[in-house]
């Protein structure tokens, strides 16, 4: 160790005893700096792999820990002992016994959020920073990495090795900074995302800060000749207020000139002012326009970026009033209008400053603020009131990574075989099992945050119906259902190919309409069940073609009449249909017909039709596109009657509509809702079915003709996420 290094060592030991010595004696600080001091000598290199110097660096966390947050002596401990434990000069069980289990438990969980700390070069940021936060069984572990991280990116200033910094920059930003900013530490997340440009840009970084220097006697004297006369014209209008003045920070002013496209000359809010009132409710919004009437009659206001948030305050609650005015010089100056509440509001509820600025929202919302008002509001000692704070606010997902170190996140019992679906369908499909941190494991293990899980496959695998009772994941689940039924597709094209041979062996040539009456008769609902069936060889095709021909042989039981002179059944015992205004079925001086709408087709007013006399005398109404019409027209052409719309229709019939989309919230919804809007429409039977992201569902309504349907129909394409619309 050399010579500056001890001295700023005796230096930093030094100030920290000042800094502690309202929350420690003499005598604890003087047990804890000789036992760091015996750490110290027992360690034969004080340099860590990066040449950093382990003792250095403690210290200044330690300090900079006084300085911007607060601690106790056994947070204090906590600092200075942990990178002795993880270069192993002293144990956790030393610990416990020299300082207690609240020390060593701390101690604990730094050292395992340590351990997956370095692996974060890879990962989405949010999942990593959910893993953090699930491994800390203490909200002090995660503040005092906080600060470690400021501490090690202000040492690093310069370091040889560029490839390390920027990881070490990486992580600060996107994790450390983030974690700040949702626990009120600003100050701190404001120096983490500075220096984090600062090593990964520093061309940029330079510029804007010796931009900035050069202007910052300028920019202060500015802000304070801003306020100035805003404050008297305010004060003269009879309103209490505070006026906070402030300049953006390096990094924001960057982000903002590159998303602006523009440089730092052009940043509108490079001057931001705010205004909170001392209001009462009542007078909340009037007493927000008036100061900012009095602000416009001063300067020019910019249309364009005025932001009213008062009078329709968003959907997250946040309310405040945004002007830009050109200013003095002609410069642009941000002027935010709120009242006490509001600030508050915005400050500490769901409308946090990180969230109006774009962050994702989560269940980490009311513990992120329960944290932010003990750190803000605490009298004394904000962190020991943490003490007993336990961070359970991911317990519903866990975090594991692969072999090659990429975050998954999951939801919180998920298994092996919903971490093989998650990284893709087909790894899913051939699962056999995996090896978790070393250890082979079945399908059916329950991933625990910060394992490491390599997938075993085997092409011959395929997924089995008892693996839905393993995944409890959307996705594995749904794509274990889709490999189901395409697995029974397979087979029933398979039952579907022996019947059709056979078939033909016995010289049968099979109606598809007589077929599916044959299917619904041996007691099947689906096609695909009953030829799986037939494949599985668990259903007899003779006794089939025996069934089919059965029903075969009652339909071509009738006399080969002509239509004419078909005896037709006087319309008394059923009467589906004999309204004459609407329907004329053959010469129009036969009245009193009996009639049904044939259900292959359900036929409505409008459509193309012709009449077919059935064996019972009734005469049944088919559309001419209907399915088995090519059949009915060449077998009993001697049975068809002309049939013709006459009137107008004024009852309901029923059409069946098949609709295909996405399956996105509240479509369904969506569609029934236009329906009930439409007058003489009824919504009678829904029927969906959800799979792999898209919807299929079949919608039977009564509707009295085509043109209300065709319509319908169209109004129904528009609803988004809708792909098509057919009569089935």
Known sequence: MNTDVKREIISLTKSLYHSMAKVVTADEFRMLIERFKTCLRADIDDNDAHDISTALLTLKTAQLFVDKVDTDKNMLAAILFYPYVIRKVITIDDIRREWGDDVAGMIAGLEKVGRYSSRNSAVDQDNFRGLLLSLADDIRVIIIMIVHSLALMRQINHHPDEEWVRRVAFEANCIYAQLAHRLGLYVIKGELEDLSLKYTNREIFTQIAHKLKETKEDRENYISSFIAPVKAKLQAAGLTFEIKGRTKSISSIWNKMQKQKV??????????????????????????????????????????????????????????????????????VEVQFRTRRMDLVAEKGLAAHWRYKGGKSDSTDQWMNNVRDILETAEAGPMQLMKNMKMNIYNKEVFAFTPKGDLFRLANGATVLDFAFHIHSRVGCQCTGAIVNGRHERIAYKIKSGDTIEIITLSTQTPKHDWLSIAVTSKARNKIKQSLNEAKTKIADLGKEMLERRAKNRKMELDESI?????????????????????????????????????????AETTHVAADEFKIVSPQAEQ??????????????????????????????????????????????????CPNAPNIKSRYPYRLINVQWSGTSSTQMTVSLRIVGHDDIGIVTNITSIISKEKNVTLRNISIDSHDGLFQGYLVIGIPDTDQLNALIRKIRTVKGVKDVTRS
């Open 515 to 555: 077929l599916m009456r044959a299917i619904k008769k041996c007691g099947f609902k689906y096609s695909n069940d009953f030829y799986a069936e037939i494949a599985d060889e668990k259903l007899d095709i003779n006794k089939v073609l025996s069934v089919y021909q059965e029903i075969e042989r009652k339909d």
């Open 576 to 625: 589906e249909g004999n309204d004459s205004d609407v329907l004329v079925i053959g010469e129009k001086s036969i009245k009193g017909l009996n009639y049904r709408f044939a259900k292959c087709c359900n036929p409505i007013y409008g459509d193309e039709v012709f009449g077919f006399i059935s064996s019972d005398g009734v005469v049944k109404i088919h559309k001419n596109d």
């Open 263 to 332: 440089d730092i000359q052009h940043i509108y809010d490079l001057f931001a002012i705010r205004v909170i009132i001392d209001t009462p409710l009542e007078k909340e919004k009037s007493d927000c326009w008036l100061a900012y009437s009095i602000l416009a009659d001063m300067y020019t206001a910019n249309p364009a970026r005025m932001k009213d948030w008062i009078s329709i305050p968003k959907s997250n609650g946040y309310e405040s009033l945004h002007a830009t005015v050109m200013g003095p010089q002609n410069k642009w």
